[in-house]
């Protein structure tokens, strides 16, 4: 079952965060005219001789703002909302005015009407009602309303005075509404610069990831090439040294990289839903070598639980969390499990190592930037310090909480809460009786390479022609058809995504399946760390390699696409 990503266009999205502030403000409008309107009906009701503005207040506040509060809560509404409250208002004070309130503390209450209107409607409606209402209430003093008999009688001193009064305080309303919008017209002005030197800085690092990233890809591969030659101690002890910085670097690259990329509007937030042994498997992939050489066991424990989230950004997060455990576990175990939680409607993704720990006054800053427990001299052997804090960036853009235990000589133990999806009825299928374990030899493999940075197609080849694979390297989708027509069919298919041309790796890997009549287990590496790469590569079912790439995971990711084919057709 494909995941569907759940994508709301730019303009849309803004427009609906609009529409949603207007209503909140719209919301606590409504609010505070309902408390207050029923207060003063109730008051004026129990007042002698009040009792008919108690009564159009009351059928002002259920028939106007009742309604009002009610619709608030939809913001595509809001307009209505608003339309309501000034109506009532109308209402309300125009029954002031007739029963005698600007004589007295209601004089007050009815200034507030051009604020009102500026508030809810902006300058160009607020103008209109304001002006229309002062209009109205000039109306009635000048055409004689306070001397009809059921109205209260006022002098012709007091009606002007209001009127004039009214009159100002309009032009004080406007004022304040012109100051608050030119403030909002500049806020907005310097929010659009904000968000276009961003975007500006996001393309530049995209492009400085990859163009960095090619030459430290084909610097791994020589390195690795280079320590499987004989070499004298000296020179062993040199490539060593090599091959750590070569590691070092390629690891700050992806931390540098992912960091800034996480408060990045450009960023989006995709969520899907997938089985979450998809996650486990590529841990498995990237650190099961590393493990070994450490000495360490590394347990990932499989799951039946399907997620709802990001799997890019999740997938980034469990790395993190991963390769903190194994890098600062001596000896022991890093197990990894999903386990259900919260009434089964949660998940928590556990990260467990038998480490040193992490005292208890260290719990909140190890998640600050470049903080480090046991590094105060920043040997950048030993990493960045960026881990944790693109973890707990990342878990809040997904709102993931995160959750820490851990204490000095009792190991670490990480969990992330992820919502849990109902498993999808097409992969409810009869479990497939196990099959005897197929070994897979590298040897004599014949690998069609499409690889158009030059350093790096010499550099992966001889790789590969050391693991005793047969190589066929190619620079773009043209190439690669041509090989296919004049020499044996390939095993496997190696493709950087960026080729020349229009046809990138998915595409090429697509052809060469097409014309070879079946599924060629192929493989996509990358350099560019946009998520919309590894969600065509997903969507592809394809394993995508991000550059530079580990030797040990490029082997481990050869032996384990081979052998789930060779695994399906034993079953087939």
Same mark, same amino acid.
């Given at each position: 079952?494909?995941?569907?990503?759940?994508?709301?266009? %730019?303009?849309?999205?803004?427009?609906?965060?609009?529409?949603?502030?207007?209503?909140?403000?719209?919301?606590?409008?409504?609010?505070?005219?309902?408390?207050? *309107?029923?207060?003063?009906?109730?008051?004026?009701?129990?007042?002698?001789?009040?009792?008919?503005?108690?009564?159009?207040?009351?059928?002002?506040?259920?028939?106007?703002?009742?309604?009002?509060?009610?619709?608030?809560?939809?913001?595509?509404?809001?307009?209505?909302?608003?339309?309501?409250? @000034?109506?009532?208002?109308?209402?309300?004070? =125009?029954?002031?005015?007739?029963?005698?309130?600007?004589?007295?503390? #209601?004089?007050?209450?009815?200034?507030?009407?051009?604020?009102?209107?500026?508030?809810?409607?902006?300058?160009?409606? #607020?103008?209109?009602?304001?002006?229309?209402?002062?209009?109205?209430?000039? +109306?009635?003093?000048?055409? *004689?309303?306070?001397?009809?008999?059921?109205?209260?009688?006022?002098?012709?001193?007091?009606?002007?005075?209001?009127? @004039?009064?009214?009159?100002?305080?309009?032009?004080?309303?406007?004022?304040? !509404?012109?100051?608050?919008?030119?403030?909002?017209?500049?806020?907005?002005?310097?929010?659009?610069?904000?968000? $276009?030197?961003?975007?500006?800085?996001?393309?530049?690092?995209?492009?400085?990831?990859?163009?960095?990233?090619?030459?430290?890809?084909?610097?791994?591969?020589?390195?690795?090439?280079? &320590?499987?030659?004989? !070499?004298?101690?000296?020179?062993?002890?040199?490539?060593?040294?090599?091959?750590? &910085?070569?590691?070092? /670097?390629?690891?700050?690259?992806?931390?540098?990289?992912?960091?800034?990329?996480?408060?990045?509007?450009?960023? $989006?937030?995709?969520?899907?839903?997938?089985?979450?042994?998809?996650?486990? $498997?590529?841990?498995?992939?990237?650190?099961?070598?590393?493990?070994?050489?450490?000495?360490?066991?590394?347990?990932?424990?499989?799951?039946?639980?399907?997620?709802?989230?990001?799997?890019?950004?999740?997938?980034?997060?469990?790395? !993190?969390?991963?390769?903190?455990?194994?890098?600062?576990?001596?000896?022991?175990?890093?197990?990894?499990?999903?386990?259900?939680?919260? %009434?089964?409607?949660? +998940?928590?993704?556990?990260?467990?190592?038998?480490?040193?720990?992490?005292?208890?006054?260290?719990?909140?800053?190890?998640?600050?930037?470049?903080?480090?427990?046991?590094?105060?001299?920043?040997?950048?052997?030993?990493?960045? %310090?960026?881990?944790?804090?693109?973890?707990?960036?990342?878990?809040?853009?997904?709102?993931?909480?995160? !959750?820490?235990?851990?204490?000095?000589?009792?190991?670490?133990?990480?969990?992330?809460?992820?919502?849990?999806?109902?498993?999808?009825?097409?992969?409810?299928?009869?479990?497939?009786?196990?099959?005897?374990?197929?070994?897979?030899?590298?040897?004599? @493999?014949?690998?069609?390479?499409?690889?158009?940075?030059?350093?790096?197609?010499?550099?992966?080849? %001889?790789?590969?022609?050391?693991? #005793?694979?047969?190589?066929?390297?190619?620079?773009?989708?043209?190439?690669?058809?041509?090989?296919?027509?004049?020499?044996?069919?390939?095993?496997?298919?190696?493709?950087?995504?960026?080729?020349?041309?229009?046809?990138?790796?998915?595409?090429?890997?697509?052809?060469?399946?097409?014309?070879?009549?079946?599924?060629?287990?192929?493989?996509?590496?990358? =350099?560019?760390?946009?998520?919309?790469?590894?969600?065509?590569?997903?969507?592809?079912?394809?394993? /995508?390699?991000?550059?530079?790439?580990?030797?040990?995971?490029?082997? &481990?990711?050869?032996?384990?696409? /081979?052998?789930?084919?060779?695994?399906?057709?034993?079953?087939?």
């Amino acid at each position: 079952m494909a995941p569907v990503a759940k994508h709301v266009s %730019g303009d849309t999205m803004e427009s609906v965060i609009g529409w949603e502030a207007r209503s909140r403000h719209v919301r606590a409008a409504s609010t505070i005219g309902l408390v207050f *309107g029923l207060l003063f009906a109730v008051f004026n009701l129990l007042t002698p001789g009040m009792m008919a503005l108690g009564l159009i207040e009351g059928f002002a506040v259920m028939l106007l703002v009742v309604p009002a509060l009610i619709l608030s809560r939809r913001p595509r509404q809001v307009g209505l909302t608003e339309s309501l409250l @000034l109506v009532s208002t109308s209402v309300v004070f =125009g029954a002031l005015i007739v029963f005698g309130g600007v004589e007295g503390t #209601g004089l007050y209450w009815v200034y507030t009407v051009p604020f009102l209107a500026f508030f809810l409607k902006g300058e160009r409606q #607020g103008w209109l009602f304001s002006v229309a209402f002062l209009v109205a209430s000039a +109306a009635y003093f000048l055409l *004689g309303g306070p001397t009809l008999a059921w109205a209260y009688h006022y002098t012709p001193v007091a009606g002007t005075h209001f009127v @004039l009064s009214l009159a100002f305080y309009t032009l004080v309303a406007a004022a304040f !509404n012109h100051v608050r919008s030119r403030y909002e017209t500049q806020l907005a002005l310097d929010k659009a610069q904000a968000e $276009e030197a961003s975007l500006a800085k996001s393309r530049f690092l995209a492009a400085a990831s990859h163009d960095l990233r090619q030459p430290a890809h084909a610097l791994g591969m020589f390195v690795a090439r280079l &320590s499987q030659l004989p !070499n004298d101690a000296p020179t062993r002890e040199l490539v060593a040294g090599v091959d750590a &910085s070569v590691r070092a /670097l390629q690891e700050m690259l992806d931390a540098f990289f992912d960091y800034s990329r996480l408060d990045t509007p450009a960023m $989006e937030v995709r969520l899907t839903t997938f089985p979450v042994n998809q996650l486990l $498997e590529l841990l498995r992939i990237s650190f099961e070598a590393t493990a070994a050489a450490k000495g360490l066991r590394l347990r990932i424990r499989p799951s039946p639980l399907w997620l709802r989230s990001d799997p890019v950004l999740l997938h980034r997060v469990l790395l !993190n969390l991963v390769s903190n455990a194994v890098q600062h576990t001596r000896q022991g175990t890093v197990l990894v499990t999903c386990r259900a939680a919260s %009434g089964h409607t949660q +998940a928590l993704l556990e990260v467990w190592d038998s480490g040193i720990g992490i005292a208890p006054e260290h719990h909140e800053k190890v998640f600050q930037e470049f903080y480090q427990v046991s590094n105060p001299q920043r040997d950048r052997s030993k990493g960045l %310090g960026l881990g944790l804090s693109l973890v707990q960036r990342a878990c809040s853009r997904l709102n993931h909480p995160v !959750n820490l235990r851990s204490g000095l000589g009792c190991g670490t133990r990480l969990s992330v809460q992820v919502p849990i999806a109902p498993v999808p009825l097409a992969t409810l299928v009869p479990a497939i009786p196990a099959q005897p374990p197929v070994k897979v030899n590298l040897s004599g @493999l014949r690998v069609l390479l499409v690889e158009d940075d030059a350093l790096g197609n010499v550099a992966l080849a %001889g790789l590969l022609q050391s693991w #005793g694979c047969q190589v066929a390297s190619v620079g773009d989708a043209a190439s690669a058809s041509d090989v296919l027509e004049k020499g044996p069919p390939p095993d496997f298919v190696l493709s950087d995504y960026r080729l020349p041309g229009s046809a990138n790796g998915i595409d090429v890997i697509r052809q060469v399946r097409e014309v070879l009549g079946h599924d060629v287990p192929a493989c996509v590496i990358s =350099g560019d760390t946009d998520a919309t790469v590894r969600q065509q590569v997903q969507a592809a079912g394809l394993v /995508l390699l991000q550059k530079p790439v580990r030797p040990a995971k490029l082997r &481990s990711v050869l032996r384990n696409v /081979l052998h789930a084919q060779a695994t399906e057709s034993l079953v087939a």
